[in-house]
């Protein structure tokens, strides 16, 4: 499985971006595609993940109730639609999969196999 991320950018705080990550190669129900994200200095962090099959989303507390994650099972895309972005949103963002069958998508990096390219995001004040 290859992961292609793109949609980042430079949007002022309170803005919005669209994030994409389209998978090459087939995607089994069983998977869990997740959005990670990289502040300079700091570890990789989860952001959100969804189950292919079942459509269970889980995100961390920073993003709750400002960034949504979903997926097209028919183009093998995942999404992360990021709203009112905040300055500390600033980061590298990673698409990720995890081909190991969960209820819930995982939010340890190290449960995810396979991984993208980042994508930048860069939130001014």
């Known amino acids: 499985v290859q992961l292609q991320a793109s949609g980042g950018g430079l949007v002022q705080a309170g803005g919005s971006l669209r994030l994409s990550c389209k998978a090459s190669g087939r995607i089994f129900s069983t998977y869990t595609m997740a959005w990670f994200r990289q502040a300079p200095g700091k570890e990789r962090e989860y952001v959100a993940g969804i189950t292919w099959g079942t459509g269970v989303t889980t995100y961390a507390d920073s993003v709750k109730g400002r960034f949504t994650i979903s997926r097209d099972t028919a183009d093998n895309t995942v999404y992360l639609q990021m709203n009112s972005l905040k300055p500390e949103d600033t980061a590298l963002y990673y698409c990720?999969?995890?081909?190991?069958?969960?209820?819930?998508?995982?939010?340890?990096?190290?449960?995810?196999?396979?991984w993208g390219q980042g994508t930048q995001v860069t939130v001014s004040s």
């Open positions: 990720a999969a995890d081909q190991t069958a969960k209820r819930r998508p995982g939010t340890r990096r190290l449960e995810y196999n396979y």
